[in-house]
């Protein structure tokens, strides 16, 4: 069973385009997340939300609107999207009941902008 | 502010040897502290954490780590490296359970030589 999906898994698009990625967990998760990785491998958190509700957004510019629908689901939406938007982008999952933070990761959606 | 320092951009070990990757922490409150492992094209893959029990922490596929706090340190080890083992592995940091964000260290990329 898959925990944390995301669609599509690659998605190749012209620069002043507009792009959704969906995210989905089926780990009964309160909170959920959006984190990218550039080129070099580098990670940072870029959205969290909890029960529908935005907690962390990280100097994110404003072309990326996240979305979540009910709190299985987290969606990202990318406005007029740039050449520097070109990255791997992680969905993960977490209960913040827990005794620590750990979250689970999806499989990564390869955005490539032209 | 937290933030994760590894050391050692690519390690290259051959199989049957030991696996050292070092993972240096800073946080202003007992952290939990994670290791992650990414295959290539894939999701990342949690393979151990510690919360402030045990400071010999064992994960999945043979890795252990040790926390020490009076190193600021959470390196990762295995004793016996095998091929399947190449990976990215990454180090993050969270100030602990609720909504809180994971701070990831640059990553090193192990590499295995038969």
């Known amino acids: 069973d898959t925990a944390v999906s995301q669609t599509p898994k690659y998605l190749v698009t012209q620069m002043g385009n507009d792009k959704s990625i969906k995210c989905e967990q089926n780990l009964g998760h309160d909170t959920m997340y959006w984190y990218k990785q550039d080129s070099k491998k580098f990670l940072k958190i870029m959205f969290s939300?909890?029960?529908?509700?935005?907690?962390i957004n990280e100097t994110v510019p404003n072309r990326f609107s996240p979305k979540s629908p009910d709190k299985a689901h987290l969606n990202l939406h990318i406005n007029s999207l740039e050449l520097g938007d070109s990255a791997v982008y992680f969905c993960?999952?977490?209960?913040?009941?827990?005794?620590?933070?750990?979250?689970?990761f999806g499989p990564g959606t390869r955005l490539t902008v032209t | 502010a937290q933030s994760v320092t590894q050391l050692g951009s690519h390690v290259s070990v051959s199989e049957g040897a030991l696996v050292l990757l070092r993972c240096n922490y800073s946080?202003?409150?007992?952290?939990?502290l994670f290791w992650y492992v990414q295959y290539p094209n894939q999701g990342l893959q949690l393979l151990l954490k510690?919360?402030?029990?045990?400071?010999l922490v064992k994960g999945i596929n043979g890795f252990e780590a040790e926390f020490k706090k009076s190193e600021t340190s959470f390196h990762l080890t295995k004793p016996s490296a095998h091929m399947s083992d190449a990976a990215e592995y990454f180090c993050?940091?969270?100030?602990?359970?609720?909504?809180?964000?994971?701070?990831f260290g640059a990553g090193t990329r192990l590499a295995v030589h038969p």
């Open positions: 510690y919360t402030s029990a045990a400071t």
């Open positions: 946080s202003s409150v007992p952290p939990y």
């Open positions: 993960a999952s977490s209960h913040p009941r827990g005794d620590s933070n750990e979250q689970y």
């Open positions: 939300y909890n029960n529908k509700e935005l907690i």
């Open positions: 993050a940091v969270s100030e602990g359970g609720g909504y809180n964000k994971l701070i």
